[in-house]
């Protein structure tokens, strides 16, 4: 096990470095890392996966979250900046390493308020897929264990994909061109998450994409914000295989 030397807190830098790569990000990225961070409570130990939840690290650190909120990731750092792409796995500056059962140790044990993880289909159940696309079967890795204890869940992914490229200009979204595989479905091809068990244990469930909002709600999908820029209809609607439940919808921050 590794824990962190006080001369090794961080010197200021990383919030500069942090805003530098959202900067970079692509659009839909970037909306998704700093709208899924507005839901880390204060003072929360979270877990980040893999994939597009990889940005809300830069989120937090360009916020100065860091030593508000405990960033772990599946593999055994707990605290600091998890790293994404090729370098996942990693964090800088973490506050202690631990082996990874014994990570899962502590998530199997319900000690995490806040996960952020990635979603391949959406159904009007709230259920999620993340592991069978066809005839491929990818495996669920830790999201099941994650995704079941969790008090606080935060889907993130793009509102669809294969081809999808935003920009935002003032603030408003602007679809350049759409993706070409829709990612809410009438019923999702396996259940890596069930709706209806996280209702049963009484989690808080948000599915964040760059255009949209959801929640989970008793009756299923709640539509809760929209981007500016998207048109419901157009760009939210007609991409989806149902009608989620639409009440008090607001607007979405995109910056």
């Known amino acids: 096990d590794y824990c962190r030397a006080p001369d090794l807190i961080d010197d200021g830098s990383a919030a500069k470095n942090a805003k530098a790569a959202l900067a970079a990000m692509p659009a839909e990225r ?29 989120a937090a650190a360009a916020r ?14 707990i605290g600091g900046r998890p790293a994404g792409g090729l370098s996942f796995g990693a964090s800088r500056r973490p506050q202690a390493i631990i082996d990874q059962p014994s990570q899962f140790d502590f998530y199997d044990g319900r000690g995490l308020d806040y996960a952020a993880l990635g979603a391949a289909e959406i159904d009007a ?6 592991a069978k696309f066809g005839t491929r079967f990818a495996g669920v890795g830790g999201f099941v264990n994650i995704s079941q204890t969790a008090r606080r869940l935060v889907f993130c992914g ?16 602007h679809i350049v061109r759409e993706g070409r595989v829709r990612k809410f479905v009438a019923a999702v091809q396996l259940i890596a998450f069930s709706a209806a068990r996280s209702r049963e244990v009484g989690q808080e469930v948000l599915y964040v994409t760059e255009r949209a ?43």
């Open 64 to 77: 100065g979250l860091l030593d508000s909120a405990t960033l772990t990731v599946e593999s055994g750092p």
């Open 125 to 130: 159940a709230g259920n999620v897929n993340v």
């Open 158 to 173: 793009t509102f669809t994909a294969d081809g999808l490229e935003t920009t935002v200009e003032s603030g408003r979204l």
């Open 213 to 255: 909002v959801f929640r989970l709600t008793p009756a299923g999908l709640e539509l809760t914000e929209l981007a500016p820029g998207a048109d419901l209809r157009r760009d939210v609607l007609d991409q989806m295989a149902f009608e989620p439940i639409m009440r008090d919808v607001k607007p979405m921050r995109t910056e």
């Open 30 to 58: 970037r909306i998704i890392a700093l709208r899924a961070c507005d839901e880390i409570p204060a003072g929360a130990i979270c877990n980040l996966g893999i994939g597009m939840p990889e940005g809300i690290a830069e």
